[in-house]
């Protein structure tokens, strides 16, 4: 139940959809006539909205903080394995089209194949189902599966968790499965926006040792404070994936499922 919620909650709360849907609801009553004055602060507001979303700095501001909250470790020595989360693979294309398609996540894999040559006796672990609502006809883990092959991983170093659906799900399930001891260490794999509330959780899920190696970045870092963007839906992109991630990082800690509200390094 929790993920259909959040999946329809989060389509409704998304600031682009939302703001279309302020200028649409605007000139509705704007028609209505009795309502007129309501109307036009209505279609202002949202395009006010969309112009500052997609054109500011807004969206850099909202993401820095999540980017720049766990650095990379400083060495790759000693770690168990690596696991990677789930996003980087378009499970519906995937399937309609029977090889892998990568998201704009894509760099979850290719970073995890890198890490997997630097550590050569690391357990690969991908985690990650049908995150979607919409019906699809392959898993994540199967698209992953197919890369980690072609980048020459030996199968046996390769774990795969299919069931799991959002980032609880992946520690919950993924620990589950690999049963990690007492004093093994772990690299977490993820984007860098993504990171706080993935530690949070597998924290809270009672994972131990687990280190973060974030990847995927969408800034260069503090000298983007004052970039805006060339094109709205650049803009709105990064302002609703960022957007995302603070309002996931509340609820998570509000429904028990993290440790803390904006988890860092030394949580």
């Avoid at 959809?17 to 009795?34: C, E, P, Q, Y």
């Avoid at 983007?224 to 992109?237: H, I, Q, V």
Wanted: charged fraction near 20%.
């Amino acid at each position: 139940m929790f993920f259909y919620v959040a999946k329809v909650g989060y389509f409704f709360l998304q600031p682009s959809n939302f703001l279309i849907g302020l200028v649409l609801l605007g000139l509705l009553l704007v028609l209505v006539g009795r309502w007129r004055k309501l109307g036009i602060r209505c279609a202002w507001l949202g395009v006010v909205g969309l112009s500052v979303c997609g054109f500011s700095p807004a969206a850099n501001w909202l993401i820095l903080p999540l980017e720049e909250r766990f650095p990379r470790p400083a060495t790759l020595e000693g770690y168990e394995g690596i696991i990677v989360l789930g996003g980087a693979v378009d499970t519906i294309v995937t399937g309609g089209r029977g090889d892998t398609a990568l998201t704009t996540s894509g760099e979850r894999i290719t970073i995890t194949a890198r890490l997997a040559q630097q550590i050569p006796d690391a357990r690969v672990v991908h985690t990650g189902g049908k995150g979607v609502i919409v019906s699809a006809q392959a898993t994540e883990a199967e698209g992953a599966a197919r890369l980690f092959e072609d980048f020459g991983i030996a199968p046996d170093r390769i774990l795969l968790e299919d069931a799991s659906r959002n980032t609880w799900e992946n520690a919950v399930l993924t620990k589950a499965l690999v049963k990690p001891e007492p004093g093994q260490s772990w690299l977490l794999v993820t984007s860098a926006y993504h990171m706080p509330r993935s530690m949070g959780v597998f924290r809270k899920a009672g994972w131990t040792g687990i280190t973060a190696y974030p990847v995927d970045y969408r800034t260069r870092g503090s000298e983007d404070w004052t970039l805006g963007f060339s094109g709205a839906s650049k803009g709105l992109r990064r302002f609703d994936v960022a957007f995302k991630e603070w309002i996931g990082l509340v609820v998570y800690r509000v429904t028990g499922r993290s440790t803390e509200f904006f988890p860092g390094p030394t949580s």
